[in-house]
T-cell receptor, first 114, second 111 residues
């Protein structure tokens, strides 16, 4: 039962354009969402997060949007750069307990072309 | 800035052998998590510790055990290894409910 889904396994975007990565979740108890970037043979690198009390969080070129009613979040990267090419994982947690585990999506491979 | 350290980075074992993976969290982080990522799969939560006590348990086989020590480092012990245990094992640390920061992972290969 995949509680966090990233329906696009891959995405190709031209350098300088906007990259939009999407994520859907089914568990209504999730209240904290994160995006991680992962290069091969490395651990996931934290990018940006958002709490369910907000609908938008911005950090430099990265913006995360949360639509709670649709149980959907998206990561916008503007402008996209070749160094952004990696696998992006959406993750969610239920922070009501201690040490909230992350439930990951299946990942989207982003390729930024010149 | 100091990151999460995992050792070893690569480990090759035979079936039915035992393996121990170590994780050193970011200084002052009190929570440690273990995840397993199989080939082509997303990371799956195994177990977590908060202030040296087990706080949550995921899909961790009974053959695996883990603990967090007084210096907050953690060890994942895996016994009776099976071919299906071959995977990347990530450790992450956080300060209470803050963002989890991941280590580089240990690649375990069971032959």
């Amino acid at each position: 039962d995949q509680q966090v889904k990233q329906n696009s396994p891959s995405l190709s975007v031209q350098e300088g354009r906007i990259s939009i990565l999407n994520c859907d979740y089914t568990n209504s108890m999730f209240d904290y969402f994160l995006w991680y970037k992962k290069y091969p043979a490395e651990g996931p690198t934290f990018l940006i997060s958002i709490s369910s009390i907000k609908d938008k969080n911005e950090d430099g070129r990265f913006t995360v949007f949360l639509n709670k009613s649709a149980k959907h979040l998206s990561l916008h990267i503007v402008p996209s750069q070749p160094g952004d090419s990696a696998v992006y994982f959406c993750a969610a947690s239920d922070s009501t307990g201690t040490a909230s585990k992350l439930t990951f999506g299946t990942g989207t491979r982003l390729q930024v072309t010149l | 800035a100091a990151g999460v350290i995992q050792s070893p980075r690569h480990l090759i074992k035979e079936k039915r052998e035992t393996a121990t993976l170590k994780c050193y969290p970011i200084p002052r982080h009190d929570t440690v998590y273990w995840y397993q990522q199989g080939p082509g799969q997303d990371p799956q939560f195994l177990i977590s510790f908060y202030e040296k006590m087990q706080s949550d348990k995921g899909s961790i086989p009974d053959r695996f055990s883990a603990q967090q020590f007084s210096d907050y480092h953690s060890e994942l012990n895996m016994s009776s290894l099976e071919l299906g245990d071959s995977a990347l094992y990530f450790c992450a640390s956080s300060l209470e409910f803050s963002e989890q920061f991941f280590g580089p992972g240990t690649r375990l290969t069971v032959l």
